[in-house]
């Protein structure tokens, strides 16, 4: 598919070229099909397949990790205590220093995609402690209300 496509409209990538075509299933569109899911915290591709595709939507779990069992339990119980001051650390990593949040009460790890050149440790903290509380109550109702597929 991906070499018919490249003769049809120059990409080389087959999500570029789905964007880019406005490519339908049953009416929809690539973008609007892939921010029906919502990512459970495996790894970030999800997250990053439908950034390709122009999603931007809002989750919790979008761009973090966090293994089975800990996901489960945050799911059981409502995720209550995450985003606690005493269960939240911010280190910098990799090359490009990035900020990451660890929330050892889950055991996860969240990405920032904010680097230490662009902001400080305590900016990360406010924004960490705002966003959490918001996306934690988001994912709840989506899932109480079968709001989006997994």
Not at 1 to 18: I, K, L, N, P, V
Not at 47 to 67: D, H, M, N, S, Y
Not at 68 to 91: K, M, Y
Not at 96 to 123: A, G, K, L, N, P
Request: some cysteine; proline content about 1%; overall charge negative.
């Amino acid at each position: 598919m991906t070499a018919s496509c490249r003769s049809q409209c120059g990409h080389f990538d087959y999500f570029e070229c789905c964007a880019a075509s406005g490519v339908t299933w049953a009416g929809i569109t690539a973008d609007e099909l892939v921010a029906r899911f919502e990512s459970l915290g495996d790894n970030c591709e999800f997250g990053l397949v439908q950034r390709k595709l122009g999603a931007e939507p809002l989750g919790l779990l979008r761009f973090t990790f966090i293994e089975l069992r800990d996901l489960v339990r945050g799911l059981r119980c409502g995720f209550e205590g995450l985003g606690a001051a005493e269960a939240t650390e911010v280190t910098v990593s990799g090359k490009d220093q990035e900020y990451v949040i660890r929330d050892t009460s889950f055991r996860m790890t969240f990405h920032t995609w904010q680097s230490q050149d662009e902001t400080d440790i305590e900016t990360i903290r406010r924004q960490y402690d705002t966003r959490v509380g918001f996306l934690r109550r988001k994912l709840l109702e989506d899932v109480t209300n079968a709001e989006k597929y997994s």
